[in-house]
Each structure stands twice: as structure tokens, then as C-alpha cells.
């Protein structure tokens, strides 16, 4: 039974460009949330995809968008890259867009931005 | 705006000791409480949670203790062990929005042998 999967696991990139994370739940889930973690801080939310629409957002700017596709797996776009983007992207998985189920998480994917 | 707040950014704790981990949260609109721990390069694992319709949620050594009134909860580790050792996050979410978590900054908890 394979958890959240995220790949790349690191990736560097310079300001300005753009960037792809992508994200598999763990099977059986159909809900999608992407976090941002910076150093010394906690997960901060970016936004939550359900039935390939996305249903919730964080307090992050227009260069955060993202997709989910038919096979519940999703992906992060960064675009316009900023030196403060750089941190650790958490992709974290559940059943159902309201169910009280606790979220699981993958290993994330390191982006350093030079 | 932290809504979420862990105010200890570390704890050492001998072997075979009660840990206890601290968390504080500003929206009384929150109603469901986890505890993630998280090993380096790992992502967060659920350990616990608890409802705001309970005080107290116990899953062997790890009980989770809410007080509502005072918007404080806390993580009893007992009897703590060595692997125990790793970061901490409390997350909280509002009522049908249980993928919108909000978290505080962690405790990073050592057990010394």
C-alpha cells in the first residue's frame, strides 16, 4: 500500500523561472493539499484540490497554481520564482473534502532558489 | 497572524520520563487538533488527534489533552523513548475544512538514553 509519493525530492532553480512539483496520495484518497514549509517554521497551507477544481486556498499569490488530474494525483506550479519560495513542498493526502480524517504527508521536495 | 502557536522550540527529556509538548491556538472556531511528528527528511506523520467535543485522547504511550476555555492543548509522551526523539507540529482546522491545517512552528523533543 503505497503512501504519498513527491517527486523530484530536491530541486534548484534561479528567480524568475518556473517549477513543477508533482504529487501521488496514497491510494485509496481523493483530496490533495499542498503545503509550504519554511526553515524553523511549521506547514503553512497553499491550497487543497478536490474532484480536479480547487476548493480551497491559503493566504499564497496567483504564482501558486496548481492541477489535479482523473487519477487524483496533482502538481504544483510556481511561477515567477522568488528567492523567499525557496522551502520545503509538502503534498499531503485524504478521503473526502470534509471527512474528520487526519491527512497523510509525503516527504516533500526541497526547492532552493539561487 | 499565527493562529496556531507552539512556544517551546525545544525539550530534553531523560528515558523512561513524561515528555509533555505544549500548544496554544487563538481561534475558538477551531474544532478538530492534531499532533504530526516529523523525522529529518521525512514528511510529518499523523501520531494523534482530538475532536473540541472531547478533553482527552489516549493511544498508548501518547495521550492529547484539550482544554477549550484556555485554547491550550498538550501532548503526554510516557514513558518517553529514545526514538521518540524528532519535531513535533500541533495543527488545527475550522469545522468542514479539515485539509486547511494550520500549524504552529514545532517542538523539537530529544530523549536522552
Known amino acids: 500500500d503505497a503512501g504519498v509519493t513527491q517527486s523530484p525530492t530536491h530541486l534548484i532553480k534561479t528567480r524568475g523561472q518556473q517549477v513543477t512539483l508533482r504529487c501521488s496520495p496514497k491510494?485509496?484518497?481523493?483530496?490533495v493539499s499542498w503545503y509550504q514549509q519554511a526553515l524553523g517554521q511549521g506547514p503553512q497551507f497553499i491550497f487543497q484540490?478536490?474532484?480536479?477544481?480547487?476548493?480551497q486556498r491559503g493566504n499564497f499569490p496567483d504564482r501558486f497554481s496548481g492541477h489535479q488530474f482523473p487519477n487524483y494525483s496533482s502538481e504544483l506550479n510556481v511561477n515567477a520564482l522568488l528567492l523567499g519560495d525557496s522551502a520545503l513542498y509538502l503534498c499531503?493526502?485524504?478521503?473526502?473534502?470534509?471527512?474528520?480524517?487526519?491527512?497523510?504527508f509525503g516527504d516533500g521536495t526541497r526547492l532552493s532558489i539561487l | 497572524d499565527q493562529q496556531v502557536k507552539q512556544n517551546s522550540p525545544s525539550l530534553s527529556v531523560q528515558e523512561g520520563r513524561i515528555s509533555i509538548l505544549n500548544c496554544d491556538y487563538t481561534?475558538?472556531?477551531?474544532?478538530?487538533f492534531l499532533w504530526y511528528k516529523k523525522y529529518p527528511a521525512e514528511g510529518p506523520t499523523f501520531l494523534i488527534s482530538?475532536?473540541?467535543?472531547?478533553d482527552k485522547n489516549e493511544d498508548g504511550r501518547f495521550t492529547v489533552f484539550l482544554n477549550k476555555s484556555a485554547k491550550h492543548l498538550s501532548l503526554h509522551i510516557v514513558p518517553s523513548q529514545p526514538g521518540d526523539s524528532a519535531v513535533y507540529f500541533c495543527?488545527?482546522?475550522?469545522?468542514?475544512?479539515?485539509?486547511?491545517?494550520?500549524f504552529g512552528a514545532g517542538t523539537r523533543l530529544t530523549v536522552k538514553p
Open positions: 482530538i475532536s473540541s467535543i472531547k
Open positions: 484540490y478536490y474532484e480536479e477544481e480547487e476548493r
Open positions: 495543527a488545527a482546522s475550522l469545522p468542514y475544512n479539515n485539509n486547511d491545517m494550520r
Open positions: 481561534n475558538s472556531m477551531f474544532d478538530y
Open positions: 491510494s485509496g484518497h481523493d483530496t
Open positions: 499531503a493526502s485524504s478521503w473526502g473534502q470534509n471527512s474528520n480524517q487526519p491527512q497523510h
